[in-house]
């Protein structure tokens, strides 16, 4: 059964403290592994899509990697703004299917 | 450009009640998704449709229905209501390019349902 971790569950920072949220995978035939951020009461927004171990994406503060068991979403410098929550969803075969396997996210809180 | 719509935003049903959420989407996207969230949980997949007039079931389908009548519309049904069934309903949209399916998916702002 494809599983999908992520971790912290919760993450606290100051502004401009730099950190990572990590989202580990067990699938089998992996088409893509995507971030998304939701903010309170919103549907999630879309970030980045990575297909490849060793693939990195960027945007403004935000840089996601993937390797063969895992995913990180680096942010550097973070601001308030950057306050939601972070998703990680993974997209495999499965029986003719490609799933679609989210999860649980990471709450993070940036303070001023 | 509204992207996804979904409607209504906040509904309170009794048990047994029956409704229907709806979903628009104006980006012409062949795909589109139902799904759950609840504390804890991720999001899971209740039906989906590859296209005009067809749908599928996905992990939690049990008490819900859906039609995807017209390209742009998705309908999810709830027959008779459960308390079970209070949770944070999305929908979702995404567009296959190249013959790949992995493209980004388009949310909707939810559907907040409490069943009393």
């Known amino acids: 059964e494809d599983q999908v971790t992520q971790s912290p569950e919760a993450l606290r920072l100051q502004e401009g403290e730099s950190s990572s949220l990590n989202c580990s995978y067990t699938?089998?035939?992996?088409?893509?592994l995507f971030w998304y951020r939701q903010d309170p009461g919103k549907g999630p927004e879309f970030l980045f899509t990575l297909y490849s171990a060793g693939e990195e994406k960027e945007k403004e503060r935000l840089k996601a990697t993937l390797t063969k068991k895992e995913s990180f979403l680096h942010i550097t410098a973070p601001k308030p703004e950057d306050s939601a929550t972070y998703l990680c969803a993974v997209q495999a075969e499965s029986g003719g299917y490609q799933k679609v396997t989210f999860g649980t996210g990471t709450k993070l809180q940036v303070i001023p | 450009n509204a992207g996804v719509t979904q409607t209504p935003k906040f509904r309170v049903l009794k048990t047994g009640q029956s409704m229907t959420l709806l979903c628009a989407q104006d980006m012409n996207h062949e795909y589109m998704y139902w799904y759950r969230q609840d504390p804890g949980m991720g999001l899971r997949l209740i039906h989906y449709?590859?296209?005009?007039?067809?749908?599928a079931k996905g992990e939690v389908p049990d008490g819900y229905n859906v039609s995807r009548l017209k390209k742009q519309n998705f309908l999810l049904g709830l027959e008779s209501a459960a308390p079970s069934q209070t949770s944070v309903y999305f929908c979702?949209?995404?567009?296959?390019?190249?013959?790949?399916?992995?493209?980004?998916?388009?949310f909707g702002q939810g559907t907040r349902l409490t069943v009393v």
């Open positions: 979702a949209s995404r567009q296959p390019t190249g013959g790949r399916e992995d493209t980004e998916a388009f």
């Open positions: 449709s590859v296209g005009e007039g067809t749908t």
């Open positions: 699938v089998s035939g992996l088409r893509g």
